[in-house]
């Protein structure tokens, strides 16, 4: 009996040569509507599978694979006697192999005005159907979804007719394929029901890269990116220039990147250590932001990370580089730029739009045999919402001190303390176990310019013991969430020293 093979595909790269080449092994070919025009078209012997279930395609396309004669044809166990037995009576032939790519849906959704009824037409029935009784029969059947695969099939095929190792890497493929198809379609209706908490949480990605390793040498790791990821993320970044990217190297990118992402309404530079701000600037331009970030901590910038939200241009190319940095992140580089910082070998320039996703609303953090989701961390507060609780009134240009330090506070580890001063951090102390010595850190950095700077603090003050150290330190303002049952201690404490404090009611808790 002569071999069949069924092709059935929406991208139809390298669709041509691949049939021919089955065609010159002795495969029949069996197909479906633009397929089978396309191989028609090519000179090709191919006919419709409504020869082969005398059944006419019916409901404009939904129904025409779905027949017994297709799935007994793909099912059957050679091997297994009464399955052969039955495709005889029924006048069956078997199916050898299948090449199948579905209906567009990611592409279909990623469209901005995507519709509905669009996106549900989209949804493919048939070609899952098909690649799942494929796969599952992987010992006797092919199974191809990835034309990048095509000229391996070729040459395995060509060696009598395959291998079963061979054929159980295709369809182990196939169900992640298909797996991945069906997780977008799971999260397109979580999305249009409204649903927060489903009984379960899909989501799919797709492999960027393969990692050198992890934090440590010793461990493995790989980088994958959402489906349809838009707007600013590493994971869309086009890389310009420079070495590899390293598991660290794109956790300290994407933190710097969610820093500077807070400012989009002016220029600014965000520099990053081991995934906290160790400087951020606004300025009127992107060399007088970076001036700022990098004169804020000279010391610990060495070797980090760099995120500006303007174009680079000739004048901060020449400000960066004479630093040695990993990694520039900004949504473009002029060429001057280019050429001066790609004279220098391993620093890696990345270009990605910094419009935030919108889309991207829960972060994902595992845990051992388990995942935490939350929604991102979106809160913000504007000048109207501050509520003063001092008996000093913060200045106007005291409350933009204290939103920007707001701003980063909120990307700085727990317990998290910023000092800022002239839109410019000049003090960080991240990720302590008590406030006291988070605020201690920023103090000893900022020295001589904490007096008259402001001071953000991720969550309430327990104890007045803080304000008692910033009025020592000379700062002038305070920022903080406030619902401390001891805030009137605070409070007090601060109207002893002339400082103004007010409450955002928001509080920025970093683990």
Not at 127 to 133: I, V
Not at 178 to 197: H, L, P, Q, W
Not at 352 to 367: F, G, L, R
Not at 432 to 448: D, H, K, S
């Given at each position: 009996m002569k071999k069949r093979a069924l092709l059935s595909v929406s991208d139809k790269s390298n669709l041509i040569p691949f049939a021919e080449g089955l065609d010159r092994l002795g495969y029949e070919l069996i197909s479906t509507g633009g397929t089978l025009k396309a191989l028609k078209e090519a000179g090709l012997p191919a006919f419709p599978v409504s020869a082969v279930t005398n059944f006419d395609e019916i409901l404009d396309g939904r129904v025409k694979t779905l027949h017994p004669f297709i799935h007994a044809g793909l099912l059957a166990r050679r091997d297994e006697?009464?399955?052969?037995?039955?495709?005889?009576?029924?006048?069956?032939?078997?199916?050898?192999?299948?090449?199948?790519?579905?209906?567009?849906?990611?592409?279909?959704?990623?469209?901005?005005?995507?519709?509905?009824?669009?996106?549900?037409?989209?949804?493919?029935?048939?070609?899952?159907?098909?690649?799942?009784?494929?796969?599952?029969?992987?010992?006797?059947?092919?199974?191809?979804?990835?034309?990048?695969?095509?000229?391996?099939?070729?040459?395995?095929?060509?060696?009598?007719?395959?291998?079963?190792?061979?054929?159980?890497?295709?369809?182990?493929?196939?169900?992640?394929?298909?797996?991945?198809?069906?997780?977008?379609?799971?999260?397109?209706?979580?999305?249009?029901?409204?649903?927060?908490?489903?009984?379960?949480?899909?989501?799919?990605?797709?492999?960027?890269?393969?990692?050198?390793?992890?934090?440590n040498p010793h461990q493995k790791a790989a980088f994958y990116k959402e489906g349809n990821v838009k707007g600013a993320s590493i994971a869309n970044a086009t890389q310009l220039h420079g070495k590899e990217l390293s598991y660290n190297n794109i956790q300290d990118a994407n933190a710097a990147l969610e820093i500077v992402l807070e400012f989009g309404d002016q220029p600014a530079a965000v520099a990053v250590k081991h995934m906290n701000p160790c400087g951020v600037g606004i300025g009127e331009s992107t060399e007088a932001a970076f001036k700022k970030a990098y004169d804020a901590d000279p010391v610990s910038i060495f070797g980090g990370i760099v995120a500006l939200n303007r174009e680079v241009d000739e004048a901060t190319a020449n400000l960066l580089k004479d630093i040695f940095l990993e990694i520039v992140i900004a949504p473009g580089f002029s060429d001057k730029a280019l050429e001066i910082l790609t004279v220098k070998p391993n620093?890696?320039?990345?270009?990605?739009?910094?419009?935030?996703?919108?889309?991207?609303?829960?972060?994902?953090?595992?845990?051992?045999?388990g995942l935490l989701v939350q929604d991102r961390d979106n809160g913000s507060v504007t000048a109207e919402d501050l509520e003063v609780v001092t008996e000093r009134t913060p200045e106007a240009e005291e409350i933009?001190?204290?939103?920007?330090?707001?701003?980063?506070?909120?990307?700085?580890?727990?317990?998290?303390?910023?000092?800022?001063?002239?839109?410019?951090?000049?003090?960080?102390?991240?990720?302590?176990?008590?406030?006291?010595?988070?605020?201690?850190?920023?103090?000893?950095?900022?020295?001589?310019?904490?007096?008259?700077?402001?001071?953000?603090?991720?969550?309430?003050?327990?104890?007045?013991?803080?304000?008692?150290?910033?009025?020592?330190?000379?700062?002038?303002?305070?920022?903080?969430?406030?619902?401390?049952?001891?805030?009137?201690?605070s409070i007090d404490e601060c109207n002893k020293h002339g400082i103004a404090m007010v409450f955002t009611k928001l509080r920025h808790f970093k683990h």
């Open positions: 006697e009464s399955h052969v037995k039955q495709l005889e009576e029924r006048d069956i032939s078997p199916i050898d192999v299948v090449v199948v790519n579905l209906y567009p849906f990611k592409e279909t959704i990623a469209k901005p005005e995507v519709t509905e009824e669009d996106a549900i037409e989209n949804i493919d029935i048939g070609g899952p159907t098909m690649l799942r009784s494929a796969s599952k029969n992987f010992r006797d059947v092919t199974v191809v979804v990835d034309p990048a695969d095509y000229d391996a099939v070729l040459e395995n095929l060509g060696g009598n007719g395959g291998t079963v190792e061979f054929r159980k890497t295709l369809a182990a493929k196939v169900f992640r394929h298909t797996a991945n198809y069906d997780a977008m379609i799971a999260s397109y209706f979580v999305n249009i029901t409204g649903e927060d908490d489903p009984e379960t949480f899909t989501q799919t990605f797709e492999k960027v890269q393969s990692l050198r390793y992890g934090e620093i890696r320039l990345l270009e990605t739009p910094m419009e935030v996703n919108t889309n991207d609303t829960k972060k994902v953090v595992s845990v051992i045999g933009e001190e204290l939103l920007f330090a707001w701003k980063v506070v909120k990307h700085v580890k727990s317990n998290a303390i910023v000092v800022a001063k002239d839109n410019q951090t000049v003090g960080v102390g991240a990720g302590q176990m008590n406030r006291v010595g988070a605020a201690g850190i920023a103090f000893e950095q900022a020295g001589e310019k904490a007096n008259g700077a402001v001071l953000a603090s991720d969550a309430f003050f327990p104890m007045p013991d803080t304000v008692e150290n910033a009025a020592k330190a000379g700062i002038k303002a305070i920022i903080q969430p406030g619902g401390s049952k001891r805030d009137q201690d």
